[in-house]
């Protein structure tokens, strides 16, 4: 059996992959074989505990879907991008499936993944697949309903309620840029998990996203560069009294994995830069003023130190905020490999 999954909404395919990833694992308990093909080498959520995650050639897929699966054992093989092969690879691949009946095939499984919408060379051989195979097509929200009835019903599926002034303020926010809702939206997420927040206000959104301060976090990346200590703790102070700490972080991985982006791309116009981002002008200038005084290194550095704090929030090591973020800047960000 065959199952194709496409569409520009990737963040709703990767959704509905990882539930059929697990219902396959439930169902099946240990008796089953998984392979996982990607082009891109992109391990997902779901797949950590899969060992087999290896770049694909056509080859390889086939010689997996060939191998005759022993016991009572299933079979699932699992292509991650689609797109990426040429037409003719993705011929190869639909002619071995229907010399062998692999579509009709009740034990056996491909899932096949096509991240955005189908390439104009791909076309002809694509409809063959959709005509076989057991197809969801999943389209980005295109009204500003949509967009809301989406926003909700991510929110609903952690189990949270999002109040309709809460809900209105973000789709606000992605009416010009819907393929990074969900994306945006599980960074977003966890923070009221773990604060306990089950129904979320347009305050706590506004809060979280600092819309106001958002530059605050230009003003503790230039006292790191000149060792302002005295700014420094000034922030410290206000993050700790106002308990926005995890706010602060998740704001300043977020302006970092921009700076690293425009630092990585010089040849780029800014312009198109912010363009694609769909940033606001202010806060991009802020951004490409910003990029000019740091260097590549130490935006690694500085990315590396949040994912590392919000890892060891989460494991309960940091219990003491200002001892945290304290830390986070002495012991990390002045040592000699930041700089």
């Known amino acids: 059996m065959v199952l194709f999954l496409y569409g520009d909404d990737i963040g709703e395919i990767q959704y509905k992959y990882r539930a059929i990833l697990n219902q396959f694992q439930e169902k099946n308990k240990n008796q089953y074989t998984i392979k996982v093909f990607s082009r891109l080498l992109t391990i997902t959520e779901g797949e950590q505990d899969i060992a087999d995650v290896k770049k694909d050639t056509t080859s390889e897929l086939l010689d997996f879907l060939k191998g005759v699966a022993i016991f009572d054992f299933k079979k699932l093989a699992v292509v991650n991008d689609f797109q990426e092969f040429t037409a003719v690879e993705q011929k190869q691949i639909y002619d071995f499936l229907s010399q062998t009946g692999f579509f009709q095939n009740k034990r056996e499984f491909l899932l096949i993944r096509y991240n955005g919408l189908i390439k104009e060379g791909h076309k002809k051989i694509i409809s063959e697949f959709l005509r076989h195979s057991t197809s969801q097509k999943f389209e980005l929200p295109k009204s500003y309903t949509s967009i809301m009835n989406k926003i909700d019903t991510v929110f609903s599926r952690f189990g949270l309620k999002i109040e309709t002034l809460a809900l209105s303020f973000l789709a606000a926010q992605y ?49 790191l560069l000149t060792h302002d200590y005295k700014t420094l703790f000034s922030i410290l102070d206000h993050l700790v009294v106002e308990d926005e700490v995890e706010i602060f972080i998740y704001q300043l991985r977020l302006a970092t994995e921009r700076l690293i982006l425009i630092k990585s791309m010089p040849q780029i116009k800014s312009t198109i830069i912010c363009q694609k981002l769909k940033l606001k002008p202010y806060y991009f200038q802020k951004l490409l003023s910003a990029s000019r005084r740091l260097l590549i290194k130490q935006l690694k550095k500085i990315y590396q130190r949040c994912l590392k704090f919000d890892l060891a929030k989460e494991q309960g090591i940091f219990r003491n905020k200002k001892l945290a973020f304290s830390l986070f800047i002495f012991e990390e960000l002045f040592s000699k490999e930041a700089h």
Request: cysteine-free; charged content about 35%; hydrophobic content about 40%.
């Open 175 to 223: 009416k010009n840029r819907p393929e990074f809702i969900y994306k945006e939206l599980e960074r977003i997420i966890p923070y009221f998990i773990n604060k306990k927040i089950r129904f979320i206000s347009r305050s706590e959104l506004e809060k979280l996203l600092f819309i106001d301060r958002s530059g605050d976090i230009f003003t503790f990346l230039n006292a």
